[in-house]
């Protein structure tokens, strides 16, 4: 099985930046898509962004797209979301997720479309 844990979450006001980790354990990492997801309260959780895990494609949701900037290294089985320009509109908490097998060149937007998710990481933007 899969294990996902995130982190780099935390406090930060308008305008700044902050770059979050996901590090995967067990499973076959290199034939694995990964997704950023992101729910704040009262909220469904939403599509932020999707990634290959060869880096042969992207997606991204269009509230997130020039801001923010998923990737990864293969070599530490992590991908990452680089966050800038933050607003109090992305205030919420950030969850990971992983799905195998996966199709190519399709963007896999819907939480029900992944297999295994992360515990999340909490992160606040102060006006």
Same mark, same amino acid.
């Given at each position: 099985?899969?294990?996902?844990?995130?982190?780099? $979450?935390?406090?930060? @006001? /308008?305008? &700044?930046?902050? !770059?979050?980790?996901? %590090?995967?354990?067990?499973?076959?990492?290199?034939? *694995?898509?990964? $997704?950023?997801?992101? @729910? /704040?309260? &009262?909220?469904? !959780?939403?599509?932020? %962004?999707?990634?290959?895990?060869?880096?042969?494609? *992207?997606?991204?949701?269009?509230?997130?797209?020039?801001?923010?900037?998923?990737?990864?290294?293969? %070599?530490?089985?992590?991908?990452?979301?680089?966050?800038?320009?933050?607003?109090?509109?992305?205030?919420?908490?950030?969850?990971?997720?992983?799905?195998?097998?996966?199709?190519?060149?399709?963007?896999?937007?819907?939480?029900?479309?992944?297999?295994?998710?992360?515990?999340?990481?909490?992160?606040?933007?102060?006006?």
């Amino acid at each position: 099985q899969v294990q996902l844990v995130e982190s780099g $979450g935390g406090l930060v @006001q /308008a305008g &700044g930046s902050l !770059r979050l980790s996901c %590090a995967a354990s067990g499973g076959t990492f290199s034939k *694995t898509l990964m $997704g950023w997801f992101r @729910q /704040a309260p &009262g909220r469904e !959780r939403d599509f932020v %962004a999707s990634l290959n895990w060869n880096g042969e494609s *992207t997606y991204y949701a269009d509230s997130v797209k020039g801001r923010f900037t998923i990737s990864r290294d293969n %070599a530490k089985n992590t991908v990452y979301l680089q966050m800038n320009s933050l607003s109090t509109e992305d205030t919420a908490t950030y969850y990971c997720a992983a799905k195998y097998p996966y199709r190519r060149n399709y963007p896999y937007t819907a939480r029900s479309e992944y297999d295994t998710w992360g515990q999340g990481t909490q992160v606040t933007v102060s006006s």
